[in-house]
């Protein structure tokens, strides 16, 4: 029986792992101008870690996470996000110690037991940064740039910033009781979820995608109606630091995002060009987090981003039209008694840093100029008897088909003052 992955997952193929390393690498790149520091955490941990960091009434726990119990009776989950981790490493390690800020990204695969669809695995990678250690509005204000910076970088097109507060633990219980006492009545009309999370936890009716849950919510006063006056002093300076650096937003009275833990700050980055509005980050602010989680009291804020949909908005957009791994030279020995000296050559060039295919096989001129063409080659080298004899090689621009004779000994120099040269 032929074995396959699993459902939901997916291998990523040579021809795409380019896509993935430039991605990977700007991140790298643009998260290091703002001063992130990449933090690697196990892709398991105990499973009480995103009961509690999570929170019970998300879908998340309550119905997607892989879980099991390992040979020492354990429970343990697959990570199904990177914030929780990165905050138990974040107390467990003591980070908070030097005090001061603190700030971290992380990037690898997370696991949720969801129903495949177009773009949504089971095993998917994320990347997303966590900032610890102050309430400052120009935190939530940075973390919302470095996003949308990097999406610019990547060269990203059509993309909107939508924003909310959903309040403080003071402010936001007043609107939940707001909420809770205008729904209840209209309990009997709500979709099953939405019974069951308004007494849980009643703001996330907002984000029901159900169409007569949005009917019943509709005209619900929105959140900003009843934050505090810090509250609303935190969300002000916080729009007004985005409008300084020229980030444009759009006010989303209904955004509250999935997770129980976040406090006054969520955003999301969504792409609106290609009719569904998918959203490509999210993220928000954690003040109590840290201390749910057994550390000192530590404001944080924070955003992940999901990678394959970020790299198949991109390929829809054209961007990998160029990307190829093609090497720079091909090594062509045509006669089995210069096998091993094409060997050296190849190696040697490789020494020097230049990407060099070969056939590792003796056959005919034409099937290893074939090889060369398949893998798009620059130049070919080719090594014949007479030539080898008189100490020479050929070099071959295969977009021209232009041929020299050089020596042996200087063929690397001369294929390094070519490379990357115009035709
Ligand atoms: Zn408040
Ligand atoms: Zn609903």
Redesign the pocket.
Known sequence: MKITAPRGTFDILPGDALRWHWLEAAVRRVFGYYGYQEIRTPVFEHTELFQRGIGETTDIVEKEMYTFTDKGERSLTLRPEGTAPVVRSYVEHKLYSKGGITKLFYMGPMFRQERPQAGRFRQFHQFGVELFGTESPLADAEVITVAVELYKELGLTGLEVLLNSIGCPACRGEYQKALLSRLTPLKEE??A??QQRLHKNPMR?LD?K?PR?RELTEDVPPVTDYLCSSCRGHLEQTLSSLDGVGIGYRLEPRLVRGFDYYTRTVFEVINTGLGAQNAVCGGGRYDHLVEECGGPPTPGVGFASGMERLLLTLEQQGKFAGFSSAPQVFLIALDEKLAADGFALATGFRREGIATGSCLEVKSLKAQLRAADKLQAEFVVILGEDEWKDGQVSVRRMADGKQWRVDREEVRQFIKDLLGREL
Do not use: Y
Request: aromatic share 0%; with cysteine.
């Open positions: 709500l979709c979820s939405c009716l029901c159900n849950c």
